[in-house]
């Protein structure tokens, strides 16, 4: 059980590229840890938060496991907690 933070390398706001920070076991443990980070809620979105390159270090020293995207999401898919976006339906 841990939480994972692949690396800082997708373009976002004010130019800093941002990590996604996850749980491989629970969201109340991410829940938690994003608090413990500093990290605003409404930085959450479904089953991750986008965090800055400004707090990578911090989770790291914090207890986050650092990992490829590729990794994050393969563990995020065999807990159970990825939640994709879902489409609108055709109303055709």
Do not use: C, Q
């Not at 706001?13 to 938690?32: I, K, Q």
């Not at 994050?72 to 907690?81: D, N, S, T, Y």
């Not at 990825?82 to 489409?87: A, F, G, Y």
């Amino acid at each position: 059980m841990a939480v994972l933070i692949d690396r800082p390398n997708w373009p976002g706001p004010r130019g800093l590229l941002w990590s996604h920070l996850v749980s491989d076991s629970s969201l109340e443990e991410l829940h938690e840890f994003a608090r413990l980070l500093g990290v605003p809620a409404r930085a959450f979105d479904r089953d991750h938060y986008d965090v800055p390159e400004t707090v990578y270090d911090r989770a790291v020293v914090l207890g986050a496991e650092p990992v490829g995207s590729k990794e994050l999401v393969r563990r995020l898919r065999e807990a159970g907690l990825r939640r994709p976006k879902t489409r609108p339906r055709s109303t055709l």
